[in-house]
């Protein structure tokens, strides 16, 4: 068994059998994610092309008979026992996730089985790679398994938008936990994140996808979120349209002096990254990876200029990645202010590529950084007791 699955579902077991002598039930799994382009888009209705990649949050979990959830977390190092149908908000955390997330399905008016587990993941914390839309994707797995009701992957991907919304406190579109329950292996996902359409579209097969970790954090990055959703709501108030997702380019062009600078720049980053986001769809479906490149590094110029999310240490990473050997279009991704880019490169270059791009970004930022090929995995899943048992064997 320790051959076939990822180094932390190696650990959650050996934990979960360490501490109660037996197998869990079930071993969930959620993914988090990469986005190509299509950044800062989802909160205004727009389009977004992530991929869910091969790190994910892994929960080893039994039924229990008391109405709550015993959760070790490996990474942290701690230990909680989380109460069901009496919901208190407990600070900050990790558990905010789990409470946040019992919490929407409880709302939603699914029941909440109790159950104990051991959870841990390779998904960088505050790298830009959703780490907690996959510990929240992850937590709802093990309620569905646990209480045995179906699984609805948008549904629930719906219900972690919540958990972060409303409990959590950060205004995050429905992206992140989107990918993370309904990613697709070998491919992008085209998400209308108005009416939540899915289109897988294939990955270039003699190019890879290269994260890079530039080894530094977002710091306060929510309050600076809340801001640029504030900026782009009060945007699309001033065209009178529900979102930003329906003004045109040339009605920005032709409204834009009307708004302040600020919000001017703003608007003008969301509607030109949803005209890259469908566009780069529409490239991969025809095998043009340059063209995504191009897109791609359109979008790092309009995220660092309008949108004022990059950072020195992004804007150093996607240069030099754009340099590098094989490398046909770089940007930052996620949130911003820090974490990770993301570049599309040609396979054969592959190992030349993190290798150049790692001394060079060590030499002129002082940090290591940690730079992986990734590759397009399925979203959310689960395997039962007796498929563990099976691989076991």
Known sequence: MTAALPAPAQRVLADFRARHGTLPEVLVRAPGRVNLIGEHTDYNDGFVLPLAIDRA???????????????????????????????????????????????ALQEAGYPLAGWTGSVAGDVPLGAGLSSSAALELATLRAFAAVGGFPWDAPRMAGLAQRAENAWVGVNCGIMDQMISATGQAGHAVLI??????????????????????????????????????????????????DALRDVSPARLAHEAEALEPVTRRRARHVVSENQRTVAAAEALRRGDARAVGRLMDLSHESLRDDFAVSSEALDLMVRLARHAPGCVGARMTGAGFGGCAVALVEAAQAEAFVDEVARAYAAAAGRTPALYVTTARAGASVLTRTELEALDA
């Open 57 to 103: 949050v892994w929960i080893a979990a039994a039924p229990i008979l008391a109405p709550e959830i015993a959760v070790h977390a490996l990474d942290q190092g701690e230990e909680a026992t989380l109460p069901l149908g009496h919901f208190a908000k407990g600070g900050h955390g990790w558990t905010e996730y789990l409470r946040g997330s019992a919490w």
């Open 192 to 241: 209308d994140c108005r009416t939540l359409a899915l289109a897988a579209v294939p990955l270039p097969a003699d190019h890879v996808v290269v994260v890079l970790d530039t080894a530094t954090r977002r710091g306060l990055v929510d309050s600076a979120y809340n801001e640029r959703r504030a900026q782009c709501e009060a945007a699309a108030a001033h065209f009178k349209v």
